[in-house]
């Protein structure tokens, strides 16, 4: 594992975001297409947690997202941001906070 500096891991930007909308993209198997609320700012993010977590199971969760990430295109969608998440086996798990917290907070 390489390691970096403390001032290379502060430069990323966790908050917590709620997950108010959330839809299949069809021609993926993995990939779901999320809005994402950050505070005041809706996100759309793409992830790959479609055999873990069906779109309409998603809606309301608070999950962890890297917010300064860079915009990037996956099969024609934009994603702006990403999610958190750790396997079980096959299994995908999103990260979450163990209570609600505000939309936007933080994570230090």
Request: net charge negative; hydrophobic share 40%.
């Amino acid at each position: 594992m390489e390691k970096i500096h403390f001032d290379e891991f502060k430069k990323i930007e966790l908050r917590v975001g709620k997950i108010i909308d959330a839809e299949d993209i069809p021609e993926s198997e993995k990939l779901v297409k999320l809005k994402v609320r950050l505070e005041s700012e809706d996100r759309q993010i793409i992830a790959g947690i479609k055999k873990s977590y069906p779109p309409s199971t998603l809606i309301g969760k608070e999950v962890i997202v890297v917010a300064n990430l860079a915009t990037r295109t996956m099969i024609g969608y934009e994603s702006d941001g990403m999610l958190l998440a750790t396997r079980d086996g096959d299994d995908i798990v999103l990260l979450r906070p163990e209570r609600d917290v505000p939309e936007g907070s933080s994570v230090s």
